[in-house]
């Protein structure tokens, strides 16, 4: 497998915001903006740190590609993919970008019935 198969050919990317717009889902994400504040975006910060969220792959809902350089900068979890579509489905698409902070992570835990007491 080559690079380019891997990787993409990055010499004929342009950024998100410049290309062709997407098509939206029946989600209704791709295309929308995010500014991202997770503490990796603090810490190593590309452009502005807004992206324009893409295509999700496998088990991810959107991939979130910088709206300036058009570099990947993560990827949208399910779960805030959900949240995100709620709003929109409420407001309306927003004119400004939604900010995504660190994301938690809350496992369900069932009732420990070993440990109760008759």
Known sequence: MSQIEMFGDRSRSR???QQD?????AAGLVGLKVK??????????CCNNICIIGP?????AGAL????CGQHR???SKPTAAWIEQV??????????????KSHTYEE???DTASTTS
């Open 21 to 25: 717009p997407l098509p939206r889902t």
């Open 65 to 68: 590609h910088c709206a300036d």
């Open 109 to 111: 835990e069932a009732p």
């Open 15 to 17: 950024p998100l915001d």
């Open 88 to 101: 929109v489905t409420r407001f309306g698409a927003p004119t400004t970008p939604i900010i995504v902070r």
């Open 36 to 45: 991202l504040d997770r503490p990796v975006d603090r810490e190593r910060p």
């Open 56 to 60: 999700g792959k496998g088990p991810h």
């Open 74 to 76: 993560g990827w949208l």
